[in-house]
């Protein structure tokens, strides 16, 4: 459950690391706006977060990452320079504890461009194991060409932390897993589960761990050998990256007057 206040939001996630870390985890990932409070839900007025607070609950997280070896991709709104709003963002804290990059939402909602958030601009990719992730922020849901962007990028899975208002969202998310063959990591909090709940998407769409209403932490193994996942990783993946391509189609394409004319008879 999210609130207003880092204090309370803080040790909940640390909380959920120790579990995620004796679970053998090795990456945690957190829903949007989960350390800060969400705009629009917790958050009415930037002036009401206790930012000092909130810098203060992201290193002592960044200390635990460390301690327990464990990545963590946690949801908190990004202080700017004032009057600048702050980025609605995601940090990548590394298992040795540093923050080694922040994903900055790029499609913000009309109400969050107009009265809440900065919008970033660039992909956020990073390598736990030898697999690959990219980050996405809730209504991003709905630009697809952000999905595939990341695909042509090479990720293995796409984190999306989100605070959803509709169920349609896990149609979209399981849709991008499925066309872009990549698994799918999507945090929502307890706010939403009315709506649906966290998931693990599998690279041919399949759900492959959700949380429900007695269970606030799922676990999950990305493995690019398990069998069930040769079709998606081995053969579709590869294909459609060359069907975008277009080599295939333009080699094969011909000169005839009954292809050119739009209007022809059989």
């Excluded at 000092?52 to 635990?64: G, H």
């Excluded at 992730?133 to 090479?154: K, Q, T």
């Excluded at 429900?212 to 690019?224: F, K, M, P, Q, S």
Aim: with cysteine; proline share 6%.
């Amino acid at each position: 459950m999210i609130s207003d206040d880092a204090r309370r939001n803080g040790p909940v996630i640390r909380r959920l690391m120790r579990e995620a870390a004796e679970a053998g985890a090795r990456l945690i990932l957190f829903p949007e706006g989960c350390l800060s409070g969400y705009a629009k839900e917790q958050i009415r007025d930037w002036d009401q977060v206790d930012w000092p607070a909130v810098e203060e609950e992201l290193r002592q997280v960044a200390a635990l990452a460390a301690e327990l070896r464990l990545w963590v991709v946690l949801g908190s709104a990004h202080r700017l320079t004032p009057p600048h709003r702050p980025h609605n963002s995601l940090y990548v804290i590394a298992d040795d504890g540093q923050v080694v990059d922040r994903y900055d939402k790029r499609y913000c909602s009309n109400t969050e461009i107009l009265g809440y958030y900065t919008p970033g601009f660039t992909p956020t990719t990073f390598t736990v194991d030898g697999y690959r992730f990219g980050c996405a922020i809730c209504i991003e849901i709905n630009f697809p060409e952000l999905f595939v962007e990341y695909e042509r990028l090479g990720v293995d899975c796409v984190l999306l932390s989100a605070y959803p208002v509709d169920s349609v969202f896990e149609v979209k998310a399981r849709a991008h897993a499925a066309i872009n063959n990549y698994w799918l990591a999507m945090a929502t909090p307890a706010q939403t589960s009315a709506l649906l709940n966290s998931e693990l998407i599998s690279p041919d769409g399949t759900v492959l761990a959700r949380a429900d209403a007695t269970t606030e932490l799922i676990i999950g193994e990305l493995d690019r050998d398990a069998p069930e996942f040769d079709i998606a990783l081995n053969k579709a993946r590869p294909w459609r990256a060359g069907a975008r391509q277009g080599d295939i189609y333009r080699s094969r394409r011909v000169c005839d007057p009954r292809s050119d004319s739009p209007a022809g008879f059989v």
